[in-house]
């Protein structure tokens, strides 16, 4: 069996799936070997339980700085592991990091944020819909709403969000040169230490003036922890937003289950299953030789493993009185998925994630009950060179 190119770009027959060349692994075995764009190999975990079974056992590192950590990106391994944030740390590392802002995304906190959440839908809203009668979805509404909630939380000036959203852009992208891509990771890094550094001379109730006053982290901690949840803040959101709202207009039956307020949570974990905008995967390294399925993963050997086929496998998600599960159906129970991947670095933003799409889906088509497209589907602009899977633009009318 040939090894499986990482990463793969999506094809046009297949806009909202993961890429081709990863179903086709998946078919084949739970897992493969795959050939990095540096050229060297490692793992492709694309089964369910595989995905589940490298995810929640410490064997696997999430460290960058590893020696052999699997890269989607030919490059320098140690200028990239410069300045990690928790996402790319172990423990006990990791633990000191996230504890720190734990408490700011609990459940019970983020249900207190909603009516600032149905506020900043509304205006969002409101403004795109201002005199006019088509906007493009993307610019206007999927993008402002969860950076509008991340710079509330974080206490960013939101005027700054060409900046950082454009950084992210870069920083996500699979097709910038290397050195692009650590540019704009150093000079986000520098706006956050100076942003930090006015926040401990006049703190404010936000989480970065939290961490700024702490004498237990460095400036350097401080910026990096703002960095990951400033970028993974809004991108991942307000992909989750234009990609559930193309697929929905597909499928107007769907559409009428978000009226009911009661489906509502369960329609987004549906959405959430099948989109997996983390389409290529969450990577890990072997810190010993681990058995998986059979297979011995050898210690020093990189693991991609896929969430988005995981997402998929017909045999958690199926059932005969549900459609395939490559397939949206609002009513399935998809509480098991991983799109927020699973173990000690599951997303701490998912109540967040939850409780902006809810409210975001809903407010959106019952406000705009005649929204369509006014492009061609096979138009739709799909991003297709960049990590975390989205669209460029959703041209939409009302
Ligand atoms: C981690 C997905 C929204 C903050 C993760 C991981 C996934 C993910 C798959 C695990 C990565 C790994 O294991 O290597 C998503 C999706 C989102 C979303 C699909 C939206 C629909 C958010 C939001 C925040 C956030 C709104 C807000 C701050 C984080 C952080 C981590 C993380 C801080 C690192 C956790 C750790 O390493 O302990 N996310 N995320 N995410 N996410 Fe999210």
Not at 198 to 219: G, M, W
Not at 341 to 363: D, K, M, N
């Amino acid at each position: 069996v040939p090894a499986v190119p990482l990463p793969a770009r999506h094809s046009v027959g297949c806009p909202f799936g993961p890429p081709p060349a990863y179903t086709e692994a998946a078919a084949t075995a739970n897992l493969s070997r795959a050939e990095l764009p540096g050229g060297e190999s490692c793992w492709l975990a694309t089964g369910y339980a595989e995905v589940r079974a490298i995810l929640s056992d410490r064997r696997f590192s999430a460290d960058l700085r590893h020696p052999s950590f699997p890269l989607l990106i030919a490059g320098s391994r140690e200028r990239i592991g410069e300045n990690p944030n928790f996402l790319n740390l172990d423990d006990p590392e990791h633990a000191r990091l996230r504890r720190m802002v734990t408490g700011d995304f609990l459940v019970k906190r983020v249900e207190a944020m909603r009516p600032d959440i149905q506020r900043i839908v509304d205006e969002a809203l409101d403004g795109m819909t201002a005199g006019r009668a088509e906007a493009d979805l993307v610019a206007d509404f999927a993008l402002p709403v969860p950076s509008l909630v991340i710079c509330l939380l974080l206490g960013v000036p939101y005027e700054d969000h060409e900046f950082f959203q454009g950084i992210s852009r870069t920083l996500l992208s699979n097709t910038r040169p290397f050195e692009e891509l650590l540019a704009a990771r150093d000079e986000m890094l520098e706006y956050l230490e100076a942003l930090t550094a006015r926040k401990r001379e006049e703190p404010r109730d936000d989480i970065l003036s939290r961490l700024a006053v702490r004498d237990d982290l460095t400036p350097r901690e401080v910026a990096s922890t703002g960095f990951l949840l400033l970028v993974a803040g809004h991108e991942t959101t307000a992909n989750m937003i234009s990609l559930s709202t193309a697929l929905l207009l597909d499928r107007p039956e769907q559409i009428a289950r978000l009226a009911d307020p009661a489906a509502v949570p369960g329609a987004v974990e549906e959405l959430l299953r099948l989109l997996t905008i983390i389409h290529t995967g969450v990577l890990r390294v072997a810190l010993e030789d681990v058995e998986l399925g059979g297979t011995t993963v050898r210690a020093g050997e990189g693991v991609v493993a896929m969430l988005s086929t995981a997402n998929r496998d017909g045999a958690v998600f199926g059932g005969a009185d549900r459609l395939p599960a490559d397939e949206l159906d609002l009513d399935r129970d998809a509480r098991r998925h991983m799109a927020f991947g699973f173990g000690v670095h599951q997303c701490l933003g998912q109540p967040l994630a939850r409780a902006e799409l809810q409210i975001a889906l809903a407010t959106l088509f019952r406000r705009l009950p005649g929204l369509r497209l006014t492009v061609p589907r096979d138009e739709l602009a799909f991003r297709t060179d960049a990590f975390i899977y989205g669209m460029r633009s959703l041209p939409v009318a009302w």
